[in-house]
RNA sequence: GCCCCUGUAGCUCAAUGGACAGAGUGACGGUCUUCUAAACCGCAGGUUGCAGGUUCGAGUCCUGCCAGGGGCACCA
């Protein structure tokens, strides 16, 4: 179902081009965007816009009479039942109530595929997020990215693309290294040896953990062994670990991309070579820098030491020129604050090696706290995100985590989180789901159906709001993608169940003792209900949030 | 010192440059022999960090300050 400002739009596009053939107008340049408000007073319609009050100036016209001679060519359309002007210029739109009561049919015919649109045309889209290092297990930090990037891949998907989510990973280099001496050290220490253990080594219980865990089912034998073999047995622990933990929040990759297949494959090196040929690398005291500033940095970067290693930006070019050539028209990076200034020298260069990077976006969350504590990895002064999900949930972790807008600061609430009540965000807007399929429960035991119900009964002012309510979830899907910012999704819910909550007070579906309803009532308002379950399972269904029948 | 993000009700946060800045939570007061009260209704709460500017219009854009977070490596 397209967005319906979708068809909005082009209807006010329509008038404003009818208006300037007529001479209404003067030929303007149309603006690049027409803006829609769902504005708060009713006496305003559902929609409006302040179109007019854009073109005034260069009509030479007042406002309201620009607004009033686009209303005169606004073509005659179903959508629309009364439109009206109002100052300072305001054009306001009312939808028509016979059109919003059709489309329970048309949402109940689309069923769990509602709110799904063609944005994307099946054009490949990547989402790379989570993309920890397997140095240990997940941080709540972490699940913030890891619900952020799959939420969004949920959108894309709904939004017509054609969605990978993928895993980025460096298993090579010095955190692997020290991550293996930890072990050792730990493994030692198991074993009952006196050792040192270096405080710039991984603090973490897991690794105490894992070497009592080596040592009581290998004994001494790994006593002499290479680093390597320690390399390996913690790499494929923290995997596992970081899978399963992803699993429990409904977390599932399609590739787990390694760094090192970049140097198997040669692109790293293809990299520099192509960058020296276009001039856009140079020599410098022993290192290879890349001109940085010639794309728009404030300084030129070093890609490869005077050691001759390459430093980090020199993969991550390489990797997202990959990306580029994995065919991705939209690729979406999910990374925290604290590499979101890495990532314009990534884009640059891409550029420099003549790629054009637009497709490439950056989608930066700001960290969690809980409880005021800052958490740090290496410290082992963590809140591990198994921990979190252990205490509150799955569903709640997902919604906590959507709740704030990315680059906001997220104070992850435990207290609230834990409670199983009406403070709670996430039950509120499940239990309004819960209220349909009890209700439809109801029906079905009492020999109700909605066979033959007739939608266009649905003119109550509550069964009204719930529909447009419902019918803007392709609208919250859109802006989501477009902005980049999922966090709308859960404000969303909330007001749909909330509207949701308020025609349940108002319009009951179901006779009673002391509530008779006509039976023709009773069947429009079971597929209008059925309607709005569609709706809030769909939106809990794009969060990654489970939609119960029963609380 | 420079760059990025944030600063909005007691608290946690919304608000594509549009109309009188909204929710939740907390406080207070109401509504259950219920289509499940995990709900609903009412009431209270604001100089949108500060000072300028841009325009028909600024929480939103620009400049300068203040505060918190993140970065500014031949670390990732």
């Known amino acids: 179902m397209q967005p319906l400002h979708h068809r909005l739009v082009s209807l006010l596009i329509d008038s404003l081009n009818n208006t300037q053939a007529a001479g209404d107008l003067p030929a303007l340049d149309s603006p690049a965007a027409i803006a829609l408000d769902r504005p708060k007073k009713p006496e305003w319609g559902n929609y409006s816009t302040p179109l007019a009050l854009g073109l005034a100036r260069s009509a030479r016209l007042p406002p309201l009479e620009v607004a009033s001679r686009l209303l005169k060519h606004l073509p005659p359309s179903e959508l629309i039942a009364q439109a009206t002007t109002s100052a300072p210029g305001f054009i306001n739109l009312t939808l028509n109530p016979a059109w919003v009561a059709a489309q329970v049919e048309a949402i109940l015919a689309a069923g769990p595929g509602f709110a799904d649109f063609d944005l994307g045309g099946g054009a490949k889209a990547m989402v790379e997020f989570v993309s920890a290092n397997p140095t240990g297990p997940l941080s709540v930090g972490r699940g913030r990215g890891g619900v952020i990037g799959d939420t969004v891949a949920n959108l894309l998907a709904a939004a017509g693309y054609d969605v990978t989510r993928e895993y980025y990973f460096n298993n090579a280099g010095k955190q692997m290294r020290d991550l293996a001496e930890s072990l050792r050290l730990r493994y030692a220490q198991a074993l009952g040896q006196e050792v040192e253990f270096p405080e710039s080594y991984y603090q973490g219980e897991y690794l105490t953990d894992l070497g009592r865990r080596l040592a009581s089912e290998r004994g001494d034998s790994l006593a002499a062994a290479e680093w390597t073999a320690f390399k390996e047995i913690a790499e494929s622990a923290m995997f596992d670990s970081i899978k399963g933990t992803l699993s429990r929040l409904r977390i599932y990759m399609d590739v787990f991309f390694n760094e090192n297949s970049l140097y198997d494959d040669g692109s790293v090196w293809d990299v520099v070579r192509e960058l020296r040929e276009r001039g856009h690398a140079y020599d410098s005291e022993g290192a290879v820098w890349f001109k940085a500033t010639a794309f728009g940095g404030t300084e030129d970067r070093v890609i490869v030491k005077s050691t001759g290693e390459p430093t980090y930006r020199l993969p991550d070019i390489a990797y997202h020129r990959n990306k580029l050539g994995r065919g991705f028209a939209l690729v979406v990076d999910v990374l925290g604050a604290d590499h979101k200034d890495a990532f314009p020298d990534v884009l640059r260069g891409v550029q420099a090696l003549g790629l054009d990077p637009s497709g490439i976006q950056m989608l930066m969350n700001q960290f969690v706290t809980l409880k ?29 985590m959507l709740m704030r807008s990315a680059e906001s600061h997220l104070e992850f609430d435990l207290d609230l989180a834990k409670e199983q009540s009406e403070k709670n965000p996430v039950y509120y807007v499940q239990y309004a789901h819960t209220r349909i399929a009890g209700i439809l429960r109801k029906a079905q035991a009492a020999g109700h159906t909605a066979d033959g119900g007739d939608v266009s009964r649905l003119t109550h002012p509550g069964e009204q709001a719930l529909i447009r309510k419902i019918l803007e979830l392709p609208d919250v899907i859109e802006l989501a993608l477009k902005d980049l910012a999922p966090h709308h999704l859960p404000y969303y819910a909330q007001e749909l169940a909330t509207i949701f909550h308020g025609f349940y007070r108002d319009c009951q579906v179901l006779p009673s003792e002391n509530q008779p309803v006509d039976p023709a009532t009773t069947k429009a308002r079971l597929k209008l209900v059925s309607a709005a379950k569609i709706g809030l399972a769909r939106a809990l269904g794009l969060m990654g949030v489970s939609a119960p029948e029963m609380m």
């Open 372 to 400: 005021g504590e800052k958490m740090s990895t290496r410290a082992g002064r963590f809140t591990l995100l198994d921990e979190l999900i252990d205490e509150v949930g799955a569903d709640v972790v997902r919604f906590f």
